[in-house]
């Protein structure tokens, strides 16, 4: 096939070359065949390195996720919402690294519908979700693997502020659960945006499991691990980051229960939501603190 094609492009592209004669113009024409063919061919390579790349980092990322939650110990409760449905979320400070935190819930969803709505239809995810601006998907690397470009919203109760992401994110289909992980990326195409804090997540990771006796609903676990980068104190940090959790559920159990009929929340919903929080950190047109 590869062939074929840069035969047809040496021919479009070169027409003086198809009414040369002589041995001579045919193997000159056969050098120009082989340079294209060459030219092609260290491009796929390039390209098959590169995805290859993007999947072992998406797939690392979840390993070392997987991993910290499956370390049981020195895990400490910061919230648990009994009348939020059993919300509960524990942070745990490891070793060498900032405080990461646990959200651990039921929902009224199976697998395949949060599999859906979190991965497949991530772009979407600002249409019921106040929290974000923007979810743009920038390169699909296989069924599996995806680059995205994060941007949260400027919203009155965003605590750290506007920031944007660059991650790849993973995901690990099983009969009865799903795993979805993540973790920064760098790429030259897209460095921080001005005005923006670029802030890091990952190693991170949700794991969706259907409940034994009904199928119909699901244990959802999250693991949230981000460096949100800028001057910010640590405190308001880890105040901040499991009430953003908590939000994220709520308005994933609204999203869920709105059906395919999803939206943003109304006017009124997104002030009582955010009415009572603390001033968010002023943003330069510089994106520095």
Known sequence: MLPAVV??????????????TGKQDESF????????IFSWKTLMTRLINLFSSYVQQGQDAMQKALDMLSKTEGWKTEITEVIFN?????????????????????????????Y?????????????????????????????????????????????????????RHSCR???CAYLGGAAIQLESLP?????????DGPTCIIIEALDEDSSRSRFTWLLNMDVKG???????NQALPR???????HLRRRLAAGGAHGRPSPSDAHSAGASAPPTEERSMTGER
């Open 7 to 20: 035969k047809l492009c040496c021919g479009i592209s070169y027409p003086h070359l198809r009414s040369m």
């Open 29 to 36: 024409l056969s050098l120009y065949k082989m340079r294209y």
């Open 86 to 114: 059993g919300v509960e979320i524990c942070s745990k400070v490891m070793a060498g690294t900032r405080k990461v935190f646990r959200l651990q819930v039921v929902l009224d969803a199976d697998v395949d519908e949060l």
């Open 116 to 168: 859906d709505i979190l991965f497949v239809r991530v772009e979407e995810m600002h249409q019921w979700n106040p929290s974000i601006q923007q979810v743009k998907i920038l390169q699909r690397v296989g069924p599996e693997t995806i680059i995205t470009h994060e941007v949260s919203a400027g919203t009155a109760g965003n605590l750290i502020g506007q920031r944007d992401f660059l991650s790849v």
């Open 174 to 176: 099983q009969r009865s």
């Open 192 to 200: 921080p945006q001005t005005g923006f804090v670029r802030a890091e």
């Open 231 to 237: 001057w910010l104190p640590t405190s308001l940090v």
């Open 244 to 250: 953003a959790q908590l939000d994220f559920t709520r």
